[in-house]
């Protein structure tokens, strides 16, 4: 079934039907979770809440629109408040973060450099940064699209992509991991 089919069917009280939904954009929203916020568990809260939030909202959905840029921009936005939050209250969060730091694959790098810090790159880059090249590189997403889910202009998106591009190429440099 297609999004829309299921959504109409949530729609005339069909609550089954939203589990496929869940279950179809579970993983994705919890890696763009993951790239956003940079850890585990602050990543399941913000998925958890974008699938409620899509939920009690589903009536205002317009069948016009994508319904994966819908989805895609609820979640950007209970990152972006997660974020916030975490700014308010870090000395908290520095206390009680026990989960060791994690690495991530650099794609195409030789095998000897091929681990770089994920927090490392998290400093590096904004959210919007991160979103956009994750839509962009794993979704396959155009700069119209990306502009959709984070509410701005093709061209700022592009812009978001651009820099997000630039200081990943310049940390790769500076690590000496072949290009």
């Not at 005339?12 to 939904?21: A, C, L, P, Q, S």
């Amino acid at each position: 079934m297609t999004d829309e089919e299921l959504l109409r069917s949530c729609l005339r009280g069909d609550v089954d039907e939203y589990h496929k939904i869940v279950e179809r954009y579970r993983t994705k929203a919890l890696a763009i979770a993951m790239n956003i916020l940079g850890n585990r568990e602050d990543a399941e809260d913000a998925s958890q809440d974008t699938f409620i939030q899509v939920y009690k909202n589903l009536e205002r959905f317009d069948f016009q629109r994508s319904f994966p840029n819908w989805f895609y921009s609820i979640l950007y936005k209970r990152c972006l408040d997660r974020l916030r939050k975490r700014r308010r209250f870090s000395h908290f969060y520095q206390k009680f973060k026990t989960e060791p730091s994690q690495s991530l694959s650099v794609p195409h790098a030789s095998p000897k450099f091929s681990l770089l810090d994920k927090q490392e790159l998290l400093k590096f880059l904004k959210s919007k940064e991160r979103i956009s090249l994750f839509l962009w590189a794993n979704e396959g997403y155009t700069s119209h699209e990306i502009a959709d889910v984070l509410k701005c202009s093709p061209s700022t998106a592009r812009v978001h992509l651009f820099k997000a591009r630039k200081k990943i190429k310049t940390l790769l440099e500076s690590k000496n991991v072949a290009l």
